[in-house]
Every structure is written in C-alpha cells, then in structure tokens.
C-alpha cells in the first residue's frame, strides 16, 4: 500500500496534506480498500468550523458508512466538487482527485500530534 512520506495521518485513517495555512484532507488508500467501492460522500458546508477529532462528514460505500474525522481544527474552505459526481475516485486516487475537503488550519501545533507515514504504517500493521 501506498503512503506518501510528505503527507501526515491520523489514526482514524485519514491523511491530510499541509500547504502553510491550508490543508487538504481525504482517506487513505488502507482506509479506501477497508471501506470497498465509495458510492456517496456527504461533507458539510464551506464555511463549518470543525474541531480536530470531531467528525467532519461520511462516506458511503456499498456495505457501510463511515465516519470521517477532522485531522486539525479548521474552517471548512472548500469540498471536493468532482466528489459530487464521481466518488470513486476515493478509491482510485485517494491522495489526489479523491481528496475531501481543503481547510484554514485554525492551529498549526495541531500538526505536531499527526502520524508520519512510518509511524501510520505501524498503527494499521502493514
């Protein structure tokens, strides 16, 4: 499996990719495959505050839904509008096209508590 060293995760199976104060969210490829074929994706609003852990919206796939948990307190700037039409891309392109959500990071010291790709790779035991 694949887990870019530049992007950080979480326990929860998500990763984000950092870009100053901006941030860009999605799954990872482990958490896709788990998941199976993605059907759906439900986000909020542009404009939501979230609080890191707190869940930021689902993903539907053909036998499960699945909550999706915030890396990093932020403001909601933008969702993935290509998810609208064509969610698998969740699981063709996790780290690029199958991106979730961009954000304004409320805190960058939040960052400090993500997980390395080395270190995410030993949570799930791959």
Do not use: C
């Not at 495959?33 to 939501?48: A, F, T």
């Not at 780290?95 to 390395?116: C, F, H, P, R």
């Amino acid at each position: 499996m694949n887990f870019p060293a530049e992007l950080k995760y979480t326990k929860d199976h998500e990763w984000i990719r950092i870009e100053g104060n901006s941030a860009y969210i999605g799954i990872t490829e482990f958490a896709q495959h788990e998941l199976g074929d993605i059907v759906y994706v439900d986000i909020p609003s542009v404009g939501k505050v979230v609080d890191k852990e707190h869940v930021f919206g689902t993903v539907e796939a053909v036998k499960t839904v699945s909550d999706l948990f915030m890396p990093v307190t932020g403001t909601i700037t933008e969702t993935n509008p290509l998810l609208d039409s064509q969610p698998e891309l969740v699981n063709t392109d996790p780290y690029g096209d199958g991106w979730m959500v961009k954000i304004t990071i409320k805190d960058l010291a939040d960052i400090n508590s993500l997980l390395s790709a080395e270190s995410y790779t030993s949570v799930i035991g791959k």
